[in-house]
């Protein structure tokens, strides 16, 4: 793939060669019939980086291999070069991405509550708030006096209890 201007919404301007060939042009068009975006030839590095095959006598070097990615995520991708160290026994390197990840919150499950609700306003009322007061003494004075187990999570679920139970 080569960096002829009419290739440039999809390939940029940073690819390995000058001039495209016959499978360059097809993975252009390939790549612009399925709104993807070739993501390889967009950062600006050192020929030694873009190279991502050598001939087995070691003589030449190619750009063959390409990451290509969708149009409407093409942001989340912040640098792509090939990665020579890691030895795979062929000709090819690794061609390694970094990207940043968003993560989409569903509004409605965010604000979505399992737990049961109470109309805390009632308590403004002088009459049912002192009958919650009343309630809740009796009900931490009945469980001071009883025998309460070392378990802290049973000891946290008799006092929720004990407050749903008392707010209704």
Same mark, same amino acid.
């Given at each position: ?6 290739? &440039? ?11 495209? +060939?016959?499978?360059? *042009?097809?993975? *252009? !068009? =390939? =790549? ?15 020929? @030694? ?14 750009? @063959?291999? +390409? ?12 640098? $792509?070069?090939?990665?020579?160290? #890691? ?8 061609? $390694? #991405? ?5 993560? #989409? %919150? ?12 109470? !109309? ?7 009459? %049912?708030?002192?009958? +919650? ?14 025998? $309460? ?18 707010? &209704?």
């Amino acid at each position: 793939m080569g960096r002829e201007n009419i290739f &440039k919404p999809t390939n940029k301007n940073e690819s390995l060669h000058q001039d495209s +060939y016959d499978n360059g *042009v097809r993975l *252009v !068009n =390939s =790549s612009t019939s399925k709104n993807l975006v070739v993501k390889s030839t967009m950062f600006p590095h050192r020929k @030694i980086h873009k190279y991502t095959w050598t001939s087995p006598g070691g003589n030449i070097h190619n750009q @063959i291999d +390409y990451m290509l990615i969708d149009r409407r995520g093409q942001s989340s991708i912040l640098d $792509v070069r090939s990665f020579r160290e #890691a030895n795979f026994d062929t000709h090819h390197y690794l061609l $390694v #991405a970094k990207l940043r990840e968003r993560l #989409a %919150v569903n509004k409605k499950a965010a604000q979505k509550f399992d737990g049961e609700r109470f !109309n805390l306003r009632k308590l403004n009322e002088l009459e %049912v708030k002192k009958k +919650y007061q009343i309630e809740i003494t009796n009900r931490f004075a009945a469980l001071e006096n009883s025998d $309460v187990d070392d378990d802290v999570n049973r000891a946290w679920e008799n006092i929720k209890e004990n407050i749903k139970t008392s707010a &209704k």
